[in-house]
């Protein structure tokens, strides 16, 4: 199984819609991070939390909010989906520590039309 | 505040052909540095890490990057690429003390027969 798992894989819903994309961990990992990637703009930083009482914004929050509800649980909610919000999203975890390297789920293709 | 630039966005090389990719990074204090790999429909895996040390940094499956300090870069290079490296390679660097990661764009490395 994987360490670090997302859920659904691939999702297609329409403007106005809220979606919630999960990730649970297995990897006894205190830190868990939601990215947004999109063609040629690299990973940006949607949320991270550095434990279940701590949650913290990126780069990009607006129209996200997310919920830690057990150490090994983080979602990502779009209350309201807009078409700009399409892209790839990556959850990940770390150990604590900036010198931790992260480690990646699978990633969930959202397109919203 | 850190930022890495990634001056390519592309690298097109032959098999058994050496390549190089790039990167740069901005910061005022040290510095964690990351290359992570990324497979078609998959997440992004750690490729290799400078922590402190040796300048010199290697990964099981033959790249290698070289921290350098006075040209703030972290380039990372392999002497003779194979097709199954074809991925989207990203450059990533964390700052002490802070404890997030900041990626590049990303560079799509192209192996061709």
């Known amino acids: 199984d994987a360490d670090v798992t997302q859920t659904p894989r691939n999702r297609i819903t329409k403007t106005g819609k809220r979606i919630m994309l999960e990730c649970s961990q297995t990897k006894g990992h205190d830190r868990m991070y939601w990215y947004r990637q999109d063609p040629g703009l690299g990973l940006r930083l949607i949320y991270y939390s550095f434990d279940v009482k701590d949650i913290n914004k990126g780069e990009i929050s607006d129209g996200y909010s997310v919920s830690r509800q057990a150490q090994a649980k983080f979602s990502l909610s779009l209350e309201s989906a807009i078409p700009n919000q399409t892209a790839l999203y990556f959850c990940a975890t770390s150990g604590g520590g900036p010198n931790q390297p992260q480690h990646f789920g699978d990633g969930t293709r959202l397109s919203i039309l | 505040a850190q930022s890495v630039t990634q001056l390519d966005s592309q690298v097109p090389v032959f098999e058994e052909a050496p390549v190089e990719l790039r990167c740069n990074y901005s910061?005022?204090?040290?510095?964690?540095l990351f290359w992570y790999v990324q497979y078609p429909n998959q997440g992004l895996q750690l490729l290799l890490k400078y922590l402190s040390g040796s300048t010199l940094v290697e990964s099981i499956n033959g790249f290698e990057a070289e921290f350098n300090k006075s040209q703030t870069s972290f380039h990372l290079r392999k002497p003779s690429v194979h097709i199954s490296d074809t991925a989207e390679y990203f450059c990533?660097?964390?700052?002490?003390?802070?404890?997030?990661?900041?990626f590049g764009k990303g560079t799509m490395l192209l192996v061709s027969p």
């Open positions: 910061s005022s204090v040290s510095v964690y």
């Open positions: 990533a660097v964390s700052e002490r003390g802070y404890s997030t990661l900041t």
